[in-house]
C-alpha cells in the first residue's frame, strides 16, 4: 500500500489520520517503513534525510546499533515488572549528577506528564496557585499550559483548546521571552504565583534564543519574589551538552524537567531537583504522582545506554555544532534568517532572528511551506512547520551535511 492509501484509511479511524497533530502533513503525510542512522524511507520507496529526528529525542540516529542492542539485552529479561529495577538508581545516578541542582529526580513516562506533575509539586511545595509561562512555550498538552500566548502579562489566561476549562487556565499568566521588565513587573504584582516554567532556549517555536543576561535575571527575579523557577529541558536537556541549557548558559533552576534523549528514542520524562523539595512527592510527600509505565525498563535501558555513550563520546556536541553550523553557512546572503544553537536550528522568513513569540509569529508561513516542499523534493524532511526546530544526529556525517547544506542553498534562492 501507499502512503496516500493508508492514510484514506487512518482518516476514518483516526482524527485527522494521525496520532498527533503536527504529524498531519497536506495532503497527506508519508508514511515510514523503516529508518536507520540519518535516513528514513517511506512505505513508498522514498528515501529522505530526517532533519526532524521524532522531534528531538534521536540525537544518536535511527537505531542506533548500541542502543539496539541494550534495547534486545533488557527485552530477553522482560520488559514490565511493576517493581522498582536495578537501573532506577543507577540512572538516577547520572542524571542528578549531570544537572547540579539536581538532588533527586523521579522518571515518567512523557514530557507532558513531567511537566504536570513539576507544576503540581511547585504548588504543593509553595502553597501558591498561580503559573506562570512564556508566551509560545510549549510545555506539552495538559490544560493549565495549553494557554493562548499573546494575552500580555497582566490579564488572565485564555484556553487555547476547547474543553480547558477558564477557572484552570485563568491561574496561567504569560509573559513574552527575554523581557525580564515584564516577568519582574508580574511576580511583583502578583503575589500567588507558585512557578515560572519555561524554556531556558525557545524550541517549540524556534530556536529563539535568550539575549546576554537574560536567564540570570529571570533567575534573580523569581529568586527574589519566592517564585520556583522550572527549566522545562524537554528538548534542550542533552541537546545541547551535557547538563543541557542550564549548564551551558550557567543558571541553575529550582525544578528541571527531561523528556526526548533523555529516553533514548523511547517514551520517556522526568522531573528533578533539590531534596527539600523532590521530598515532597508520594509517597515521601503529600502531592501525589504515580504511574503505571514509569521507571519502565525498556525505557530506562535505552536512556541509559545514550547517556552512557554520550558520556564516552563528550567531544560529540562539537562536532554536531560544526556540522550545523555548516548548513547555516549555505543560508547566508539568503533572504530570511538562520538561528542556531548546538544542533539545533531553523530558518525565519523574517528580516532578523525573532526574540519572542509574536516576532516569530510575523514569520512568511507561506514562503516557508514552499521552501519546505522544495526541500522535500530535494530528499530532504524537515519539520513541517515554521515553528519547530530541525534537528541533526550523530548520523548526520560529512556527506549528508553536505547535501543539506546544498539543498538549503538551492531552496532558499
Ligand atoms: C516535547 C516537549 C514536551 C512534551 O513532551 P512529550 O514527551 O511529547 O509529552 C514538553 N516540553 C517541551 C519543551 C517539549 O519540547
Given at each position: 500500500m501507499k502512503s496516500s492509501e493508508y492514510f484514506d484509511r487512518a482518516r476514518t479511524l483516526l482524527p485527522g489520520g494521525?496520532?498527533?497533530?503536527?504529524?498531519?502533513?497536506?495532503?497527506y503525510p508519508f508514511y515510514t517503513a523503516r529508518a536507520e542512522g540519518c535516513r528514513l524511507t517511506t512505505v513508498d520507496d522514498e528515501e529522505l534525510i530526517d532533519c526532524c529526528m521524532a522531534y528531538g529525542p534521536l540525537l544518536l540516529g535511527h537505531a542506533h546499533p548500541e542502543i539496539k542492542k541494550t534495547i534486545e539485552e533488557q527485552l530477553s529479561r522482560g520488559w514490565l515488572y511493576g517493581t522498582p529495577t536495578p537501573l532506577e538508581p543507577e540512572f538516577a545516578g547520572l542524571v542528578t549528577r549531570d544537572h547540579p541542582g539536581m538532588d533527586m529526580v523521579r522518571f515518567v513516562s512523557s514530557g507532558s506528564e513531567a511537566t504536570m506533575a513539576a507544576i503540581r509539586l511547585a504548588r504543593g511545595f509553595s502553597g501558591k496557585k498561580d503559573l506562570v509561562k512564556l508566551e509560545g512555550g510549549f510545555h506539552g498538552a495538559h490544560d493549565g499550559v495549553l494557554i493562548k500566548a499573546g494575552s500580555g502579562a497582566t490579564t488572565l489566561g485564555v484556553p487555547d483548546s476547547a474543553g480547558v476549562i477558564p477557572e484552570v487556565a485563568a491561574r496561567t499568566r504569560q509573559v513574552a521571552y527575554n523581557d525580564s521588565e515584564a516577568l519582574e513587573e508580574l511576580l511583583s504584582k502578583n503575589r500567588d504565583i507558585a512557578a515560572l516554567i519555561m524554556e531556558p532556549v525557545m524550541g517549540n517555536i524556534g530556536p529563539i534564543l535568550p539575549r546576554p543576561g537574560y536567564l540570570a535575571d529571570v533567575r534573580e527575579i523569581t529568586r527574589t519574589h519566592d517564585v520556583l523557577l522550572i527549566f522545562?529541558?524537554?528538548?534542550?536537556g542533552y541537546r545541547l551538552g551535557i547538563g543541557g541549557a542550564q549548564a551551558m548558559f550557567g543558571v541553575e533552576p529550582d525544578l528541571t524537567t527531561l523528556g526526548k534523549i533523555l529516553g533514548g528514542g523511547l517514551p520517556i520524562g522526568a522531573f528533578g531537583g533539590r531534596k527539600e523539595i523532590m521530598s515532597l512527592i508520594a509517597p515521601e510527600g503529600p502531592v501525589y504522582q504515580a504511574g503505571t509505565f514509569s521507571g519502565n525498563p525498556l525505557s530506562l535501558a535505552a536512556g541509559y545506554g545514550t547517556l552512557d555513550w554520550i558520556h564516552r563520546n563528550r567531544g560529540v556536541y562539537g562536532v554536531l555544532e560544526d556540522r550545523a553550523r555548516r548548513i547555516g553557512e549555505a543560508a547566508e546572503g539568503k533572504k530570511g534568517s538562520f538561528v542556531r544553537i548546538g544542533s539545533m536550528f531553523k530558518h525565519f522568513f523574517r528580516d532578523s532572528p525573532p526574540e519572542n513569540y509574536l516576532q516569530a509569529k510575523e514569520c512568511d508561513t507561506g514562503t516557508f511551506l514552499r521552501f519546505w516542499s522544495a526541500m522535500r523534493e530535494r530528499g530532504i524532511f524537515l519539520?513541517?512547520?515554521?515553528f519547530e526546530t530541525n534537528f541533526l544526529s550523530i548520523a548526520h556525517g560529512d556527506a549528508e551535511t553536505a547535501l543539506i547544506g546544498e539543498a538549503y542553498g538551492a531552496c532558499l534562492s
Open positions: 494521525v496520532s498527533s497533530p503536527v504529524r498531519a502533513i497536506k495532503p522545562d529541558e524537554v528538548i534542550t519539520p513541517p512547520s515554521q
